[in-house]
C-alpha cells in the first residue's frame, strides 16, 4: 500500500489523457450477489481498508485481495458515523432506526434512539456536527407517497450519547432526495444542499454555526430553474472542486423529461470570498449530453492528473451511465467506452481504493470495476478526529503549480451513497513532498508536509500541526 516518492516537478497536467479500461472483478472479488442498493464505502472495523456496505450486506475487505460477506449486519439503506464517539462506526436506517457497533463485533439496534419521526419516506439523510458541540447530527429528508402525501426534512441533534431528539422541522414540504454536507462558504460549520424532485426548487441551507440554517438557494445561484417556474426533477447532487480554485463547487444530478424548460444537469461554480460564494453556471460549455433519467453523481479524479471527474448514474432502460473525464477549463469529455463502465439503470454509485494502489475503483450497478491505474501519482489522506473514525466536514488542501487542490470529509454524495472517507488526491506527475492545510469542521487549521504515492494518517491537534 506503501510507496516510496522521489522528487519531481511541482504541477499540474490539463491535457486529456488517455483511459484505460476498468476490469470488472465483481466475481474474482467475491462479490457475486452484491445488490444493486444505494453504497457505503467504509472501514467497519478500522482495519485500514475500506470496506463496502449496500442493503444489509456488508462485505469485509481482505487485505485488498477479496471480499467476504459478515453476517449479522444492520437491515436496509442508511448512512455511516461514529454517532456515541466510541471509535467504531454506527448505522441510521433511512426507516428511522439506528445500529450501533458493538466494536465492530456486532450490531445492536439502540432503542429509542430515534424519536418517532414525521418523515415517513426517506431516500436520503446526511451525518454531520450542525450545531458545533462535537456530536454528529443527522439531517433527514422526507420523500413522498406519489399524490398521496409529501412529508417534511428534519433535523435530529445528537444528545452526545448516541441518541437524538428532533430540534427542527422543515415548514413546506418537498420531496427531497439526495442530502449532500458541505463547508461552501468556507466559515468553519456545515452547509446543505437538498436535492428535491417533481418540478420544485432545490434548498441551500446556510449554518450560521448553530445549527441555524436559512435557504439562499435563490440568493447563490443554486436553486435552479429551467423557465416557467419548472426545476428539474433532481435525484441526487455532490460538492467538489472541479476547477481547483480552492473552492467547493457543485454538481446538480437533474434527472428531467424532454421539456427544455426542465433544468438540465447543472455544473455550478462557487466564485470564492472573492465573489461572496455565488454560483455560477458552467454548463453550457462543459459538453455532458442531456440523457432523460439522469440519477445519482459521484466524483472523483479517476486517472490522478489533479481534476475531479464524473460518474453519472441512469435510471431508464436503455440509457447508459457515464463516465465524464474532467480535462479543465469546465470541459469535460466522455470516457465510458474507453473505461468499459457499462452499468445502467442504477442509483448505486460510489468511489474507494479497495486495493490500495492509489487509483480510485468503482461500486456501480452491483458489480466492481477495478481501476488500472497509470503513471500519474497520488496521495490519500486519512483525516480522523478524536477517535480513529473519519472526522466528517475536514476539508484538506494542496497547493499545486498556482492551483488549490480541495477534498472534504463527506458523509453522502449523490442519492444515498457514500465515496471513500479517506482523500484521495491525483498529483499528475508531481513526485516529491507536498503541503497539506487541514481545515477541521470547528474551523481549526494544521499544517504538515509529507511525501507522495503513500497513505497518510492525520489526527487533530490543537496546537496547530
Not at 499540474?12 to 453504497?39: C, D, M, P, R
Not at 466494536?103 to 454531520?128: D, M, N, Q, W, Y
Not at 497520488?378 to 475536514?394: F, H
Request: charged share 20%; with cysteine.
Amino acid at each position: 500500500m506503501r510507496m516510496r516518492a522521489a522528487a519531481g516537478l511541482l504541477m499540474i497536467t490539463n491535457h486529456a489523457l488517455a483511459t484505460s479500461a476498468f476490469q470488472e472483478v465483481t466475481k474474482e472479488f467475491g462479490l457475486e450477489g452484491l445488490s444493486g442498493g444505494v453504497a457505503s464505502c467504509i472501514d467497519f472495523n478500522n482495519d485500514g481498508w475500506t470496506d463496502l456496505f449496500v442493503d444489509g450486506q456488508l462485505w469485509k475487505n481482505e487485505e485488498g485481495k477479496t471480499f467476504s460477506r459478515v453476517e449479522g449486519a444492520p437491515g436496509g439503506s442508511g448512512v455511516w458515523a461514529d454517532f456515541d464517539r466510541d471509535g467504531f462506526l454506527d448505522f441510521f436506517s433511512f426507516g428511522g432506526t439506528l445500529f450501533r457497533s458493538e466494536r465492530a463485533k456486532s450490531f445492536s439496534l439502540v432503542e429509542h434512539a430515534i424519536p418517532e419521526l414525521p418523515t415517513k419516506v426517506c431516500l436520503g439523510a446526511t451525518p454531520g456536527d450542525f450545531d458545533g458541540d462535537g456530536d454528529l447530527d443527522l439531517y433527514v429528508g422526507g420523500y413522498e407517497v406519489w399524490q398521496k402525501a409529501l412529508y417534511p426534512d428534519v433535523i435530529l441533534s445528537n444528545k452526545g450519547d448516541g441518541t437524538f431528539e428532533q430540534t427542527w422541522q422543515s415548514k413546506f414540504t418537498k420531496p427531497a432526495r439526495g442530502i449532500a454536507a458541505a463547508d461552501y462558504d468556507e466559515d468553519g460549520d456545515l452547509d446543505l444542499y437538498v436535492s428535491n424532485y417533481r418540478l420544485v426548487a432545490n434548498l441551500l441551507w446556510q449554518n450560521d454555526g448553530r445549527g441555524n440554517f436559512a435557504d439562499v438557494a435563490g440568493a447563490s445561484g443554486t436553486a435552479g430553474d429551467g423557465g416557467l417556474g419548472a426545476w428539474g426533477h433532481t435525484i441526487g447532487s455532490a460538492w467538489g472542486d472541479f476547477d481547483n480554485d480552492g473552492s467547493l463547487d457543485l454538481f446538480v444530478g437533474n434527472f428531467s423529461h424532454p421539456p427544455a424548460y426542465q433544468d438540465r444537469p447543472k455544473f455550478l461554480r462557487n466564485r470564492g470570498p472573492e465573489g461572496q460564494f455565488q454560483f455560477e453556471d458552467q454548463s453550457a460549455g462543459a459538453g455532458l449530453p442531456w440523457q432523460e433519467s439522469y440519477a445519482s453523481p459521484a466524483l472523483a479524479d479517476f486517472d490522478n492528473d489533479g481534476l475531479l471527474d464524473l460518474f453519472f448514474t441512469t435510471v431508464y432502460p436503455g440509457n447508459k451511465s457515464v463516465l465524464y473525464r474532467n480535462t479543465g477549463g469546465w470541459k469535460f469529455v466522455e470516457a465510458t467506452t474507453e473505461a468499459r463502465i457499462d452499468t445502467e439503470k442504477t442509483y448505486q454509485a460510489a468511489w474507494a481504493d479497495f486495493d490500495g494502489d492509489g487509483y480510485l475503483d468503482l461500486v456501480s450497478g452491483a458489480r466492481l470495476f477495478r481501476n488500472p491505474g497509470g503513471k500519474n501519482h497520488w496521495l490519500r489522506v486519512q483525516v480522523r478526529g478524536s477517535k480513529s473514525v473519519p472526522a466528517l466536514g475536514a476539508q484538506v488542501r494542496i497547493k499545486l503549480n498556482g492551483k488549490t487542490l480541495v477534498r472534504q470529509v463527506e458523509g453522502s454524495t449523490g442519492q444515498g451513497n457514500q465515496n471513500d472517507p479517506n482523500l484521495h488526491f491525483g498529483l499528475g506527475p508531481h513526485r516529491g513532498s507536498v503541503t497539506l492545510e487541514i481545515r477541521w469542521a470547528d474551523g481549526h487549521r494544521q499544517r504538515m508536509t509529507t511525501n507522495s504515492n503513500q497513505m497518510v494518517t492525520l489526527h487533530y491537534s490543537s496546537k496547530g500541526g
